[in-house]
Structures are given as C-alpha cells and as structure tokens.
C-alpha cells in the first residue's frame, strides 16, 4: 500500500526545524552557535568531536566567525563533506577554503582532514576516507555536518542527473565518487568526492545554511511529495535521528 501523499509532506516538514534570522548577522550569529552547541554537546561525550563542513561562498563568514569561538579546538577534527576533484590549492578546492576561513584565530589547532589532497586519484581518495571513517566509536563523536543546497536542490556533491547518483543514494559507505557532467550547477568541476546519505546518518545535528528567498522556496518545494533523485536534499531531510536545523536569512 502506498503512502499518502499528504502523509508525505507532513512527515519531510516535520524533520525540518526552521532558524530564520532577519538579515546575515542574526544568520550569522545563529549558525555560529548551533554549530558551537553541537561540538561542545560531541566533546562532552567524546575524546574527539568531529565537524564536517561545506564549500561554497555562503558558509564562508559563518566559518570565518566560528573560529574565533572559545571552545577546545584541539579536540576537534575538522573534515568535508565533499571536495571537487582539483589541486588542494587551487581556488575551487574546499580544503582551501576551509583552511582560509576557519583554520585561523583560536581554530586554528584543530585537526584537518582533508577528502582529496592524499591520494593520486579521485577513486583513491574515496577509498581512502572510506577506510579513515571512524564511526561508530567510543572515542570521537561525529558532533555537527554543515550542509548547502543549490538552487537544483542539489547539497553535499549529490547533483540531480549525475552519472552515478543512484548508486551514492543506495551506498553503504560513508563516501562516494560523483561525475556530474552535464549538471549545470557542478560548472567546471564535474568530478567529485561526496558524502552519501549514509555517511551524513552518523552526524549528531545536520545543519543547512541557505540564504535569499529563491533558496527557501527550492527547500519548500523539497518538503512536498517526490523522489531524493529529483531534489537529493530530500535524502538528507529523510534520515532518521536529528531533525535538519536550517538557517535562514533574506
């Protein structure tokens, strides 16, 4: 028997929790410390509290902001959820942009590691961060993932269309290849490393920043009936555990 539609919708809307602000420093503020209380609440129970984080230039003065947070950096580990296939150095590199924005001020002895920069290929490099997950253990605790979504409905690198995204969403490991060519979003980097859902069901809070009125209508649109395939932040909106914290502005 199939599930009502309207069952449907008002399951997904009841797994999103909404923090709207009123510009980008209440957005600011807000994603500063959910993320904060969330890696304080992992060092509580742990030796190591991990935080995985996004690219893109809307977290960029959220991060820029957490690190001059008061908390024990030197028991966090700091990782990705996702990076492009390209030269840790170069502009389009996530490692780089967490390493200019975060990695600095009181942030800067926490740990780092990176998805791509370890390994000669990029199907080494998943094989790499697949065999590095340490969860479930007793002495670190995937505290916080900080996710985006494009305006396809896209987050993590899970693009709508891409080659292998069936096989991601279905995946058991915590990380994936993804070939996003033709995916308008992906622009220029079409070949990626990703977190599957599978990987983001470990994290203790899932956070999604978004900002401007376009966004929240595409994650509105996500809230209704319909397939992760067609919109994957609805693979993330669907885990078990923890509602999605998502923070808003205009």
């Not at 996003?180 to 990626?192: F, I, L, S």
């Not at 009125?213 to 395939?229: S, Y």
Request: with cysteine.
């Amino acid at each position: 028997m199939s599930t009502p539609t309207s069952v449907v919708a008002s399951a997904r809307a009841a797994r999103v929790v909404w923090h709207a602000a009123a510009n980008e420093s209440g957005w600011i503020e807000a994603a500063v410390a959910g993320v904060r209380d969330a890696l304080q609440a992992g060092l509580a129970e742990a030796d190591e509290a991990w935080l995985l984080l996004s690219g893109g230039t809307t977290p960029a003065p959220v991060y820029g902001a957490l690190a001059r947070q008061a908390l024990d950096w030197a028991q966090v580990v700091v990782s990705l959820v996702d990076d492009r296939d390209v030269d840790p150095a170069a502009t389009g590199s996530n490692a780089r942009l967490i390493r200019d924005t975060l990695l600095q001020d009181r942030a800067a002895s926490a740990r780092f590691v990176p998805l791509r920069e370890s390994a000669p290929t990029l199907d080494a490099a998943v094989v790499a961060s697949n065999a590095r997950w340490p969860f479930p253990s007793a002495r670190a605790t995937f505290a916080v993932a900080v996710l985006g979504m494009g305006d396809d409905g896209h987050t993590a690198s899970l693009f709508p269309g891409a080659a292998n995204l069936d096989a991601a969403l279905v995946s058991r490991e915590p990380y994936a290849a993804i070939d996003a060519t033709g995916c308008p979003v992906a622009g220029a980097w079409t070949q990626r490393i990703s977190l599957t859902p599978s990987g983001l069901a470990a994290a203790r809070r899932r956070l999604l920043l978004i900002r401007g009125a376009d966004k929240r209508a595409v994650l509105e649109r996500a809230l209704t009936p319909g397939d992760a395939r067609d919109a994957p932040i609805r693979a993330a909106i669907d885990l078990q555990g923890a509602p999605l914290d998502v923070f808003w502005c205009p």
